[in-house]
């Protein structure tokens, strides 16, 4: 969808395009832009020098007391390459080559690529047609080769957040599995989109559940510095700090990362007690939604994200999206998620653009 985008804006002009294929952030604010400004501006001997590893000692400990969790340490801390270099570190430290990761649909699509990369492979369940986890099928597909189970909340496309209460109902059916094979299966919770929960939705606390657990987060799109590659992960206090840090000391290395941007890194703490506004999603969520269910497309709000993940009219996403390409508008199909018959479209976009592609949608479906 990047190329085919890319392609018509070349053909019809940028502002010709509704492109809603993409997760691109919204643009970054003035104070990240001062925030990085100051970090480039800082200077101390060693400053453009390797770092450690696992990320500046006062980013980690910033990032510490500020991720919205008690009791968690900086050595809990290790900052990434986005929420990316995060998820491919968490995998190949704990799913050996051959192993599985399971996840469930719908599913950001890379995870199959990082699976893959750790030597493993990505098996996902079929999407539960109403829950965000299907947590019976859950508890049969896990098997003696189930390394890691890798979840995102908010879900990326769906919208749809995991709770305390499926977090608990889910450590007991990887209880129930340790018990009878003796394997710890570890939880991975992407949580790049935590910082977009909306109408007072919130993610549940995997730590409080399960305490083979790690999280990953992004600085991507709530800063809308997707291109700088700043991530991170935390680990669960519970596991054994030292030994796991060391082993993503020598995978940092290994995959030749070394370390995260370090001018990244410093903004994060320059940008000190940053809340991301929430408005400007807001608006755009409603103003999406307002252009599909106007179109006579059922779609209903997330409850975090950037997305509406809705029914393709015609019940064939692949088709819809093709049509739709054609006038213009640009969504991402649901068979790329594993959910064959949806569509994603992203509101994280101009307002014109969503201008646009309420004009195309009235133009399209306006029979109804
Ligand atoms: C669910 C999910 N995980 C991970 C990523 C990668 O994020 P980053 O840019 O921080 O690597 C994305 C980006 O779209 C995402 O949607």
């Known amino acids: 969808m990047f190329a085919e985008g890319a392609r018509l804006k070349a053909l019809h002009g940028p502002s010709a395009v509704a492109d809603l294929s993409l997760g691109q952030p919204l643009e970054a604010t003035a104070e990240v832009r001062a925030a990085f400004a100051r970090a480039a501006a800082q200077d101390w001997p060693g400053r453009f020098g390797y770092l ?5 000692p006062a980013t980690r400990a910033h990032v510490a007391a500020a991720c919205g969790l008690e009791g968690i340490p900086p050595e809990a801390v290790v900052m990434t390459c986005g929420a990316a270099g995060a998820l491919v570190l968490a995998l190949a430290a704990f799913c050996p080559p051959g192993g599985e990761v399971l996840g469930t649909g719908p599913y950001f699509p890379e995870f199959t690529a990082y699976a893959r990369s750790a030597g493993g492979s990505f098996v996902a369940l079929d999407a539960h047609p109403t829950e965000p986890l299907d947590l019976e099928a859950l508890g049969q597909a896990l098997s003696p080769s189930t390394a890691v189970l ?3 909340s908010p879900n990326n496309p769906s919208g749809r957040v995991l709770t305390d209460d499926h977090y608990a109902q889910l450590a007991a059916t990887l209880a129930a599995h340790e018990a009878t094979t003796g394997r710890t299966v570890v939880l991975v919770v992407d949580e790049v989109y935590t910082a977009l929960h909306y109408d007072g939705a919130r993610s549940g606390r995997p730590f409080d559940h ?7 987060r992004s600085y991507s799109k709530d800063l809308g510095i997707a291109g700088e590659r700043l991530g991170y992960l935390v680990a ?3 596991l054994d700090l030292d030994q796991l840090t060391q082993r993503l000391r020598q995978l940092l290395r290994a995959y030749g990362f070394v370390n995260a941007p370090s001018t990244a890194q410093l903004a994060i703490v320059e940008l000190g007690a940053h809340q991301v506004r929430l408005d400007p999603y807001l608006e755009r969520r ?4 307002q252009a599909l269910q106007g179109a006579g497309i059922e779609a209903s709000l997330p409850d975090g994200g950037l997305y509406c993940f809705f029914d393709a009219p015609g019940g064939d ?7 739709m390409a054609e006038q213009r508008l640009l969504f991402a199909p649901g068979v790329a998620f594993g959910q064959p018959g949806k569509v994603r479209a992203c509101f994280s976009v101009e307002l014109e653009t ?5 004009s195309i949608l009235d133009r399209t479906h306006r029979t109804r």
Do not use: C, I, R
């Not at 450690?52 to 500046?56: A, E, F, K, P, Y």
């Not at 409603?286 to 939604?289: F, G, I, N, T, Y």
């Not at 969503?354 to 309420?358: D, H, R, S, V």
């Open 150 to 152: 890798l979840l995102n």
């Open 52 to 56: 450690d590893n696992l990320g500046h």
């Open 317 to 323: 996403d692949v088709s819809f999206v093709t049509a």
């Open 236 to 238: 669960n206090p519970a």
């Open 354 to 358: 969503l201008e646009l592609a309420t």
């Open 286 to 289: 409603k103003l999406l939604a």
């Open 210 to 216: 399960w305490p083979a657990t790690l999280l990953v």
